[in-house]
């Protein structure tokens, strides 16, 4: 089983950043996908970004030059930070693990952007 746990979801203005960062633990194995999704209120779940174990990274069109991923392969974690955040970032954004054949999720932190 893999556990993930998120962090560093706040509130903050428009134009302000936030860092996610999202710990794996449990029976982690070294070749897999690590990626952040948001859901916002009456919305399905989308991708944000995700990045290989090698570090080839995705990012959905709408953050594209905003967001960035990345991660430490040493402390099983991945982080997202967020720039220039605009009030339709507002969401749960959730960390994902793809390993073996299965998705794993995180619990979800809260983003919200408003002045």
């Known amino acids: 089983q893999v556990q993930l746990v998120e962090s560093g979801g706040d509130l903050v203005q428009p134009g302000g950043s936030l860092r996610l960062s999202c710990a794996a633990s449990?029976?982690?194995?070294?070749?897999?996908?690590m990626g952040w999704y948001r859901q916002a209120p009456g919305k399905e779940r989308e991708l944000v970004a995700h990045i290989t174990n090698t570090g080839y990274a995705n990012y959905a069109d709408s953050v594209k030059g905003r967001f960035t991923i990345s991660r430490d392969n040493a402390k099983n974690t991945v982080y997202l930070q967020m720039n220039s955040l605009k009030p339709e970032d507002t969401a749960v954004y959730y960390c994902?693990?793809?390993?073996?054949?299965?998705?794993?999720w995180g619990q979800g932190t809260q983003v919200t952007v408003s002045s």
């Open positions: 994902n693990r793809r390993q073996d054949g299965n998705h794993y």
């Open positions: 449990g029976r982690l194995f070294s070749i897999n996908v």
